[in-house]
Protein backbone atom coordinates (compact mmCIF):
# COMPACT_ATOMS: atom_id res chain seq x y z
CA UNK A 1 0.00 0.00 0.00
CA UNK A 2 2.35 2.30 -1.27
CA UNK A 3 5.27 2.10 2.00
CA UNK A 4 2.23 2.05 4.57
CA UNK A 5 2.08 -0.47 7.31
CA UNK A 6 -1.03 -1.27 8.20
CA UNK A 7 -1.97 -1.71 11.86
CA UNK A 8 -5.40 -3.57 12.87
CA UNK A 9 -6.01 -2.94 16.77
CA UNK A 10 -9.70 -3.96 17.85
CA UNK A 11 -11.35 -1.55 19.63
CA UNK A 12 -11.81 -2.48 23.32
CA UNK A 13 -14.87 -3.79 24.32
CA UNK A 14 -16.60 -3.96 20.41
CA UNK A 15 -16.01 -6.67 18.02
CA UNK A 16 -15.23 -3.34 15.01
CA UNK A 17 -11.73 -3.59 14.27
CA UNK A 18 -9.92 -0.27 14.06
CA UNK A 19 -7.39 0.25 11.39
CA UNK A 20 -4.89 2.79 11.27
CA UNK A 21 -2.20 3.29 8.47
CA UNK A 22 1.45 4.81 9.53
CA UNK A 23 4.16 5.64 7.14
CA UNK A 24 7.01 3.07 6.82
CA UNK A 25 9.43 5.06 8.69
CA UNK A 26 7.34 5.78 11.86
CA UNK A 27 9.27 2.89 13.85
CA UNK A 28 13.15 4.40 13.01
CA UNK A 29 11.90 7.43 13.92
CA UNK A 30 10.65 7.20 17.42
CA UNK A 31 14.22 5.61 18.17
CA UNK A 32 15.98 8.39 16.63
CA UNK A 33 15.92 10.60 19.87
CA UNK A 34 18.46 8.28 21.32
CA UNK A 35 20.44 6.90 18.34
CA UNK A 36 20.73 6.77 14.57
CA UNK A 37 20.50 3.09 13.80
CA UNK A 38 17.53 2.84 12.01
CA UNK A 39 14.96 0.09 11.74
CA UNK A 40 16.72 -2.08 8.90
CA UNK A 41 20.14 -2.07 7.53
CA UNK A 42 21.34 -3.78 3.56
CA UNK A 43 25.04 -3.78 2.86
CA UNK A 44 27.89 -6.01 2.42
CA UNK A 45 31.42 -7.75 3.03
CA UNK A 46 35.02 -7.54 1.36
CA UNK A 47 34.22 -7.80 -2.33
CA UNK A 48 30.26 -7.81 -1.83
CA UNK A 49 30.24 -11.55 -2.63
CA UNK A 50 28.61 -11.80 1.24
CA UNK A 51 25.64 -9.93 1.23
CA UNK A 52 22.94 -9.05 4.45
CA UNK A 53 20.44 -7.44 5.81
CA UNK A 54 19.95 -6.75 9.67
CA UNK A 55 16.16 -6.14 10.74
CA UNK A 56 15.86 -4.28 14.27
CA UNK A 57 13.35 -5.48 17.32
CA UNK A 58 11.60 -2.21 17.86
CA UNK A 59 14.47 0.13 19.38
CA UNK A 60 16.45 -2.68 20.71
CA UNK A 61 20.14 -3.28 20.35
CA UNK A 62 18.98 -6.77 18.78
CA UNK A 63 18.34 -7.50 15.10
CA UNK A 64 17.59 -10.38 12.91
CA UNK A 65 20.24 -11.01 10.54
CA UNK A 66 20.38 -12.67 7.36
CA UNK A 67 23.81 -13.08 5.11
CA UNK A 68 23.95 -14.56 2.11
CA UNK A 69 25.85 -15.54 -1.28
CA UNK A 70 24.81 -15.80 -4.47
CA UNK A 71 27.97 -16.72 -6.20
CA UNK A 72 28.47 -19.93 -3.92
CA UNK A 73 24.75 -20.43 -4.46
CA UNK A 74 25.58 -21.11 -7.85
CA UNK A 75 28.06 -24.02 -7.12
CA UNK A 76 25.96 -25.31 -4.58
CA UNK A 77 27.40 -24.78 -1.52
CA UNK A 78 26.41 -23.34 1.49
CA UNK A 79 24.74 -19.63 0.68
CA UNK A 80 22.62 -18.24 3.52
CA UNK A 81 22.25 -18.20 7.10
CA UNK A 82 20.26 -16.31 9.70
CA UNK A 83 21.21 -15.62 12.87
CA UNK A 84 20.13 -12.72 15.75
CA UNK A 85 22.71 -9.61 16.81
CA UNK A 86 23.52 -6.90 18.95
CA UNK A 87 24.40 -3.30 17.79
CA UNK A 88 26.16 -1.29 20.05
CA UNK A 89 26.46 2.69 19.30
CA UNK A 90 28.98 5.14 21.23
CA UNK A 91 28.75 8.57 18.84
CA UNK A 92 29.51 7.50 15.76
CA UNK A 93 31.71 4.10 16.44
CA UNK A 94 29.44 1.19 15.93
CA UNK A 95 30.39 -2.49 17.17
CA UNK A 96 28.12 -5.48 15.85
CA UNK A 97 28.75 -9.02 17.63
CA UNK A 98 27.84 -11.75 15.11
CA UNK A 99 27.58 -14.83 17.41
CA UNK A 100 28.89 -18.18 15.98
CA UNK A 101 27.49 -19.69 12.44
CA UNK A 102 28.93 -22.87 11.69
CA UNK A 103 31.85 -22.44 14.43
CA UNK A 104 32.75 -19.16 13.49
CA UNK A 105 31.53 -15.43 15.25
CA UNK A 106 32.92 -12.41 13.99
CA UNK A 107 33.17 -8.77 15.33
CA UNK A 108 32.45 -5.81 13.21
CA UNK A 109 33.48 -2.08 13.90
CA UNK A 110 32.31 0.55 11.88
CA UNK A 111 32.18 4.30 11.54
CA UNK A 112 28.75 5.93 11.52
CA UNK A 113 28.36 9.09 8.51
CA UNK A 114 25.13 10.86 7.44
CA UNK A 115 25.00 10.76 3.77
CA UNK A 116 22.56 13.57 3.29
CA UNK A 117 20.26 13.44 6.11
CA UNK A 118 19.39 12.04 9.27
CA UNK A 119 17.52 9.45 7.13
CA UNK A 120 20.00 8.83 4.83
CA UNK A 121 22.96 6.95 6.92
CA UNK A 122 25.25 4.64 6.41
CA UNK A 123 28.02 2.61 7.95
CA UNK A 124 31.54 1.36 6.91
CA UNK A 125 34.36 -0.38 8.72
CA UNK A 126 36.36 -4.02 9.65
CA UNK A 127 34.91 -7.28 10.32
CA UNK A 128 37.37 -9.58 12.00
CA UNK A 129 36.36 -13.23 12.97
CA UNK A 130 37.13 -16.73 15.34
CA UNK A 131 38.56 -17.74 12.34
CA UNK A 132 41.08 -15.11 11.78
CA UNK A 133 38.87 -13.47 8.70
CA UNK A 134 39.37 -9.65 8.33
CA UNK A 135 37.94 -7.83 5.40
CA UNK A 136 35.94 -4.11 5.50
CA UNK A 137 32.50 -3.92 5.44
CA UNK A 138 29.50 -1.25 4.41
CA UNK A 139 25.98 -1.12 5.55
CA UNK A 140 23.19 1.62 4.30
CA UNK A 141 21.03 2.74 7.55
CA UNK A 142 17.40 2.98 7.07
Known amino acids: MNGLKIIALAAFGCGIPL ?13 RT ?32 SWYNPSIALRGGMHKFNGVIRIY ?10 PSSGGVSCTYNGTLKRVFDEINTSVNGTY ?14 R
Open 34 to 65: TDNLGSFWSGHEANGSWKFEFKRRGCSNVWDA
Open 89 to 98: QNGKNITINR
Open 128 to 141: KCSNNYVGPWFSNV
Open 19 to 31: ITAQPAEAAPKAC
